[in-house]
């Protein structure tokens, strides 16, 4: 069976601090894709980012980076120096196998504090 | 490019009533999916329709339903509405092939009274 675990329900930190957020993933799929979202108060989810089960190189767009390991099955999100912005719910989810279907985890609430 | 088009985006509807929902996918994209996000269950897959087929399936009782048109644009459909249905439900476009990323509508705040 398929499952996405995000342990973290809230995070709160001030602005400028860098934040991880964490993502830990189950799967018998050896082709499988992992994804963030990030869902605003406005509840539109926005895809942040797509890695599949053979690239394990890490990511690192502007603020945001990504570090994929497959030994522990874990997709985690950092964003450094926080924004007010950036507070939001975060989503880690999984597909895998022969369907687009996606399994997410519960979200990650981040509050940045100014 | 227009993104995935939700409506109503509010709609408050009576315990036993039906409602319909409608999703326009991006231009193009030829699967739509549908979730349902509640605070208690999070967010679970209803189905998806791909060139007007179903070709997934959550688990959730046969009072769901949906339909996908030539145009690709999607509604999905609820029956004999119980409290419990009250959610926000996402509509997601792809462009179909395994592992593409989806694109996600503002969605439908859905509450039954």
């Known amino acids: 069976a398929q499952k996405v675990t995000q342990a973290q329900t809230e995070i709160s930190v001030v602005e400028k601090e860098d934040v991880t957020l964490d993502c830990v993933y189950e799967t018998r799929d050896t082709t499988y894709y992992l994804f963030w979202y990030k869902q605003p108060p406005s509840g539109e989810l926005v895809f942040l980012i797509r890695r599949n089960s053979f690239d394990e190189q890490n990511e690192i767009s502007g603020r945001y980076s990504w570090n994929f390991q497959k030994s522990t099955s874990s997709f985690n999100f950092t964003i450094t120096a926080s924004q007010v912005v950036d507070s939001a719910v975060y989503f880690c989810a999984l597909s895998g196998g022969a369907t687009n279907k996606l399994i997410f985890g519960t979200g990650t609430l981040l509050a940045v504090q100014p | 490019k227009a993104g995935v088009t939700q409506t109503p985006r509010y709609l408050i509807k009576t315990r036993g009533q039906q409602v319909t929902l409608s999703c326009s996918p991006i231009s193009g994209h030829r699967s739509v999916s549908w979730y349902q996000q509640t605070p208690g269950q999070g967010l679970q897959f209803l189905f998806e329709y791909f060139s007007e087929t179903q070709r997934n399936k959550g688990n959730f009782p046969g009072r769901f339903s949906g339909r996908q048109f030539s145009n690709s644009r999607s509604e999905m459909n609820v029956s004999t509405l119980e409290l419990g249905d009250s959610a926000l439900y996402l509509c997601?476009?792809?462009?179909?092939?395994?592992?593409?990323?989806?694109?996600f509508g503002s969605g439908t705040r859905l509450t039954v009274v």
């Open positions: 997601a476009s792809s462009a179909g092939r395994v592992g593409d990323g989806y694109t």
